[in-house]
């Protein structure tokens, strides 16, 4: 039987952008700044958000999504330091959230009476970097005891970030990580890339790191 | 990691191909990877391998062609449907 052939030329992360569009339109129309939260497992992302929380929640109307594996554990932790509804997406065996679970997850939350949203996305710094999720920024977490070659070796990622935070600033006395090798493997991958340094255990930097945060809410509301 | 979901993806905007535009069996899947789209191209053959040969598909094939930058898309297909 004859073959014939079709063009198609259709991008396959199409739906998803379009979904991610559809969640930006909707963020936007009710001023919320939203961060997508991407870093490898372990790198502080949970106990910053809590710390952010506690210092934030009681000025800044702070939503967020969850995204893990297995487990809503990151949303009980981060739901003690909050009154408001934190979503939980289990992704059961997906590396990634994407756009489809983060429109499912905003219909549980109240855009009105929100003005910043984190997605804490599943700890994996290869597969999040390719899904839009509709946010504002990508913000890449990492940690002063993984290698200062991470951006390196996670190049799509820190392209994909316009922040970094490095995390876990407390412990470098006891480690032989270089700072300011990192920082600069970072801007080799992505020269904007704008960097906080914090210890969410300690405190250290979080009142820059939280400073941004109401500069960038603020931002979105005007 | 995620060649799964993005074969799926593949299989999805194929099926929606199909239904909308009724055509034949599919015998082939052309696609077009980037070295910079984030895909492991022997992963994604694989997927995509052990989802075209499953039904309704059966026994068509993927073409995955490499090329430069983030590019990730589906370029043609080809179907026996006797039409032409």
Redesign the interface.
Known sequence: ????????????????DELAAAVRGRLARHSVTAFNLVSSPGSGKTLLLERTLEALGDTLRIAVVTGDVQTQNDADRLARRTGRLVQAVVTDG???L?ARQITAALDGIDLADTDLLFIENVG?L??P??WDLGENAKIVVFSATEGEDKPLKYP?MFRESRYAVLNKMDLLPHLQFDVDQAVSMARQVQPDIEFFYTSALTGEGMAEWCAFLRRASLASSE | MHEMSVALEVLSIVEQHVGTESLGTVSKVGLEVGDEAGVVLESLEFCLGVLLAAAPFDSATADVERVDGDTLRVTYLEVEDGRT
Do not use: G, L, P, Y
Not at chain 1, 5 to 16: D, F, L, P, Q, Y
């Open positions: 039987m004859a073959v014939r052939r079709i063009e198609v030329r259709e991008r396959v992360m199409a739906k998803n997906a590396c990634h994407d994996n290869v597969c970097a390719s799509k």
